[in-house]
């Protein structure tokens, strides 16, 4: 009797295990610090798809567990990151979301066969010269989002005094030197061409700068939390120069720095998937929760949507497989039916100019 009841409840044990079997998946970005909005906006879209993959029957039957990483847009701490995702036994990042992270971390994930694939690095470098085949991502990059944003400037302010700023960072410069090259490849010149500190909170000197050279254009190659001071500062110091920045702004925290010194602001950004029908039940359900679908949401839930989909399709988490299929397959997903290229690279849609008016940020408006 008491060998019976043993193996009973052995296999009660082994009958449990299999159906909680779980997978763990993880989600990487500034989770803590100044740009932790955007940290927020890749947990936030992770999250949601891991709990409406689950509700479907998860992965090839098992669930998926969510691990959150905190890189703080650090490259030393995004690799930290990287490396305890391995030890955790992950099979894939939804991450990071500042290139100056996902470039370095993309080396440990190479090395430990984990897939990667960044909802928001833009920077040309972390596709082109990635170290594995298993990183991709599911955003543009800052190339076409600079041609876009160089000729829009040289069409709409033919006569502009541009001054073309940028953070030193891996995404800021990089943005605005390609912005920069295109407003010249269109016969253009900027006045002013200035680098600025990234968690600085005086940009005065910098404004004075800008104000006596006549700057009344000022391109912003960074993120939202100085991008936000400069404005405000600007208007303090009576400069109405108008201000055009990235992806990097499109976070409603922008408008919480700027106040009305925001409005007007120009801004890259890739076609709003808030608008897509297919997204529409998730954005519906982030609102009933109180949260937002705003800026890299829901590029995040894309990425964990394509990964799952490649794995059941290879009915296999297993990296050789999944990256087999993430490479020659198309997903459909809340942004669109994404298909990469060679080089990881998505085939999407670029970038489109919207303006931000009265703290919301829309497609700018047709002269």
């Keep these: 009797m008491k060998k019976a009841l043993l193996a009973g409840a052995a296999l009660n044990l082994l009958f449990a295990g299999a159906a909680f079997a779980e997978i763990t998946i993880g989600v990487a970005g500034p989770m803590t610090g100044q740009y932790a909005s955007f940290g927020q906006q890749l947990k936030i879209g992770a999250e949601q798809a891991v709990a409406d993959i689950n509700a479907k029957g998860g992965v090839n039957g098992e669930m998926l567990k969510l691990s959150v990483g905190d890189d703080a847009c650090d490259p030393k701490q995004a690799v930290a990151v990287a490396n305890n995702f391995a030890s955790e036994g992950v099979s894939f990042v939804a991450g990071h979301f500042c ?9 440990v994930y190479a090395e430990e066969e984990i897939v990667e694939i960044s909802p928001a690095s833009t920077n040309p470098d972390f596709t082109d010269k990635r170290p594995g085949n ?34 030193k960072s891996a995404y800021g410069k990089g943005l605005a030197d390609q912005t920069q090259k295109f407003y010249e490849a269109a016969g253009k010149k900027p006045v002013l061409v200035e680098s600025y500190t990234a968690g600085e909170k005086d940009y005065t000197a910098l404004v004075t700068k800008m104000k006596n050279a006549g700057v009344s254009l000022v391109y912003v190659g960074g993120y939202h939390t100085e991008a936000g001071l400069i404005a405000r500062q600007m208007k303090e110091q009576g400069m109405n120069a108008v ?4 992806d990097g702004i499109v976070t409603d925290e922008y408008w919480a720095i700027t106040g009305d010194a925001g409005e007007g602001t120009l801004m890259t950004f890739s076609p709003d998937p808030r608008k897509n029908a297919v997204a529409q039940p998730v954005v519906a359900e982030l609102e009933k929760k109180g949260q937002t679908a705003e800026g890299y949401v829901l590029y995040s839930y894309a990425a964990i949507q394509a990964w799952a989909e490649a794995a059941n399709k290879a009915k296999s988490t297993d990296f050789a497989p999944v990256v087999e299929q993430l490479s020659s397959g198309t997903f459909p997903t809340v942004i669109g039916d994404l298909k990469f290229d060679d080089k990881g690279d998505v085939t999407l849609p670029g970038y489109v100019v919207y303006e931000w008016k009265a703290g919301k940020y829309d497609y700018v408006a047709a002269k």
């Design 99 to 107: 290139s100056g992270s996902s470039i370095p971390a993309s080396q």
């Design 134 to 167: 298993g990183i991709f991502r599911v955003c543009g990059r800052d190339d076409q989002q600079g041609e876009v944003a160089g000729k829009y400037m040289a069409d709409n302010f033919p006569d502009a005094k541009v001054a073309v700023l940028n953070d």
């Design 243 to 246: 201000i055009m920045s990235g």
